[in-house]
């Protein structure tokens, strides 16, 4: 019944799902509206996502993200101005509260406008950091385009970004093939050492970022060099809000989406990977990818003959209890099942203070829109409150943190194992029936035995 069930609200949510899983509402704060035709194919490639659009100007006196403080917008994307302020109505406090409202915020930069003020402090929260000197811009002499940067070499050439490490879901580099990034004067930022900042996209390691207003021949005073310049970086909240920095918006024009260029190496003229790469880094921003949520959770006792009742909120101690956790992924419009990637893990925690029990849970089952994680085990020899615990947080993919309580109680008098079932307890046994014996033995002797005759004592006559 509980299966029949989950699968018809599966059904009934895949119906009215959003393309977004946090809403269709879209922000585009620039300089002036008519820039937007700069944008056109991004912009198309948002509506044709069923994004509802709204170009605002930072001046402009309808500009608010709340209203009665609930969101009206649920994705604000800011593109180069060439204002140092945002206006009051985009404050760093403001933009901070849009964030901790699970907002999500797209933030484009570039090397050929200054970034605006409260930008720059929004970031500096977020642990990113920015070169204090405003032209600044990423050069590599070794990966850019011969064909559009001949001479400045800041048109750079980078593949399609694959994972640091292995346990990460790719997101951002499936079927780029020779494809490369275009990244046309752009802006490098550092990033601390916060666990919510993830790169998406590094600086190669002959990179660097410098003035190119400053002619020296040779540059002593760098802001950053190599893969500490992070090109594309994200931030995802406790609360899983995203906020994404493309440290170059020219890669969003429509002259870079498809664009044919050459490399140094000699190698032949390739197409760019700008239009699906910028369609992945704004679906995730946006979170049309990477959410995860959980669609029921169940726990019972797996002992024979004991009642299966579903979520119980009692058990006692040396139980053996089953667990599952049924996981979905958002995928851009359709919930899947989420799958795992290989050499990682989504692990149970049995905890009172600390956990007594951190098991990996293996798949179980498959359904329309969901994966089973499923696992046993016996309850430790320890009465209290405990959790049932998943806590699976990875970059790229929203938070789960699904915990449930239950009481352990100790035995009670009448669930010990009887003294016959214990062999250390048979010797004892075995003593306390010989004294029984023993003494039921006596008295029977005692009792059946016939007593001892006494003997005739005749008096003698005395004359």
Same mark, same amino acid.
């Given at each position: ?18 393309? $977004? ?23 198309? /490639? ?16 309808? =500009? ?33 509260? !849009? ?9 484009? =930069? ?29 050069? /590599? ?14 048109? =750079?050439? =980078? ?21 490369? %990034?275009?990244?046309? *004067? ?6 601390? &050492? ?16 410098? &003035? ?10 760098? !802001? ?13 909240? *406790?609360?899983?809000? *995203? ?14 989406? /498809? ?15 700008? *239009? ?31 009642? &299966? ?14 667990? #599952? ?24 925690? !049995?905890?009172?203070? $600390? ?29 209290? %409150? ?20 239950? $009481? ?26 010989? #004294? ?25 006559? #005395?004359?």
């Amino acid at each position: 019944m509980r299966t029949l069930l989950s699968f018809l609200l599966l059904a009934l949510a895949s119906v009215v799902a959003a393309i $977004s899983t946090s809403g269709h509402r879209l922000l585009v704060v620039l300089d002036d509206v008519a820039d937007k035709a700069t944008y056109s194919k991004f912009f198309a /490639d948002l509506a044709e996502r069923e994004f509802k659009i709204t170009y605002e100007t930072p001046k402009s006196d309808s =500009l608010n993200l709340f209203n009665l403080g609930e969101r009206t917008y649920d994705h604000v994307l800011f593109l180069p101005v060439h204002t140092k302020g945002l206006g009051p109505n985009l404050t760093p406090k403001t933009l901070l509260d !849009f964030v901790n409202a699970q907002g999500n915020i797209l933030l484009a =930069l570039s090397a050929n406008t200054t970034t605006p003020t409260s930008l720059v402090s929004l970031l500096s929260e977020l642990d990113i950091t920015l070169p204090t000197d405003r032209n600044s811009l990423v050069v /590599d002499h070794f990966n850019y385009d011969i064909t559009s940067a001949a001479d400045s070499h800041h048109v =750079l050439l =980078l593949p399609a970004p694959k994972p640091v490490r292995a346990g990460i879901k790719d997101f951002f580099s499936d079927d780029a093939g020779s494809k490369l %990034i275009a990244f046309p *004067r752009g802006v490098g930022a550092v990033l601390g &050492n916060g666990e919510l900042l993830n790169p998406i996209l590094r600086a190669p390691p002959t990179a660097y970022s410098y &003035n190119p207003k400053e002619q020296a021949e040779v540059v002593d005073d760098l !802001f950053a060099a190599g893969q500490q310049l992070s090109l594309v970086s994200t931030v995802q909240a *406790r609360n899983n809000a *995203r906020v994404t920095v493309v440290g170059s918006a020219e890669m969003l024009q429509d002259k870079w989406f /498809d664009a044919s260029v050459t490399k140094l190496d000699g190698k032949p003229v390739v197409q760019t990977f700008n *239009r699906e790469f910028a369609k992945r880094v704004s679906g995730w921003t946006f979170q049309e990818i990477g959410v995860l949520k959980v669609n029921w959770v169940e726990h019972h006792l797996e002992e024979e003959g004991a009642p &299966n009742d579903s979520n119980p909120e009692m058990y006692r101690v040396k139980n053996n209890v089953s667990y #599952t956790i049924s996981l979905a992924e958002y995928a851009w419009d359709h919930w899947i099942g989420f799958n795992v990637p290989e050499s990682d893990q989504v692990q149970l925690e !049995f905890s009172m203070l $600390s956990p007594f029990h951190r098991l990996n849970l293996k798949e179980e089952s498959r359904r329309l829109a969901a994966v089973h994680y499923h696992t046993v085990f016996t309850i430790p020899d320890q009465h209290g %409150i405990f959790n049932f615990k998943v806590n699976y947080k990875r970059p790229f993919l929203s938070n789960i943190e699904e915990k449930n309580t239950v $009481s352990v109680r100790h035995m009670a008098h009448d669930e010990w194992p009887r003294s016959y079932a214990i062999s250390g307890a048979w010797p004892w046994i075995a003593g306390i029936g010989a #004294t029984v014996s023993g003494f039921l033995g006596f008295v029977a002797l005692w009792m059946y035995s016939a007593p001892v005759a006494a003997k005739k004592v005749t008096a003698k006559k #005395t004359q």
